[in-house]
């Protein structure tokens, strides 16, 4: 069926470096795939999408990867903050559906 | 946060009881959407609804009944809450538009004793 699911629950970095955190997904209908940042009492904000015609897309400090031949996804954080730390769902939807399915999560810790 | 109002942010009751959680939206958005978060499990998704009284299950759905008189609100309730529907309960809307225009409110909070 279908799943969404992280590589790892929780991740610490150096402030300054490079984030990344993964994402599997196993619905290969699904064509739509967005990352959320979720801060602590606050609902998750869309960070940002990537269509499945595409394999990367940036913004600002971020970076998102896509390889349909492994249903792999990637966040990429660039130069971490302290504002960054956070838990990131990936989620993912098929061409048309009208609802999301999310991911377990990932714990983005920042160290001074 | 778009507009989007969830009451009460806090309950605590008892097993048994039925409980009703609000969604009110000031964005007059067609899509609305009830998701529990529960350590492990990310957010799941109960049930959600496409219109005024068009309403459809999602992956949780079982326990839980919703309801859409008008289009700011979307009620969610539990008949009889178990100590399993403890969880942090997030609604979200849309208007249409793709989901990278989906807005979640902050939360209610509900634990069943």
């Known amino acids: 069926g279908e799943s969404v699911g992280l590589h790892l629950p929780t991740l610490s970095v150096q402030e300054g470096d490079n984030s990344i955190i993964n994402c599997a997904y196993s619905n290969s209908a699904s064509d739509y795939f967005i990352w959320y940042k979720q801060e602590s009492g606050k609902g998750p904000q869309f960070i940002i999408d990537i269509r499945s015609n595409m394999d990367k897309r940036q913004g600002q400090r971020v970076t998102v990867l896509l390889n349909k031949t492994v249903k792999h996804l990637s966040l990429q954080i660039a130069a971490t903050q302290p504002g960054d730390s956070a838990v990131y769902f990936c989620a993912e939807t098929p061409s048309g559906a009208q609802k999301l399915v999310f991911g377990q999560g990932t714990r983005l810790t920042i160290n001074p | 946060d778009a507009g989007i109002t969830q009451s009460p942010r806090h309950k605590v009751t008892e097993t048994g009881t039925p409980v009703t959680l609000r969604c009110h939206q000031t964005e007059n958005h067609r899509y609305m959407y009830w998701y529990r978060q529960d350590p492990g499990h990310g957010l799941r998704l109960i049930h959600y609804?496409?219109?005024?009284?068009?309403?459809d299950k999602g992956e949780v759905s079982d326990g839980y009944s919703v309801s859409r008189s008008k289009t700011e609100d979307f009620l969610l309730t539990l008949e009889s809450a178990t100590s399993s529907q403890t969880s942090v309960y997030f609604c979200?809307?849309?208007?249409?538009?793709?989901?990278?225009?989906?807005?979640f409110g902050s939360g209610t909070q509900l634990s069943v004793l």
């Open positions: 979200a809307t849309r208007d249409g538009q793709g989901f990278e225009k989906l807005f």
């Open positions: 609804s496409y219109g005024v009284k068009d309403t």
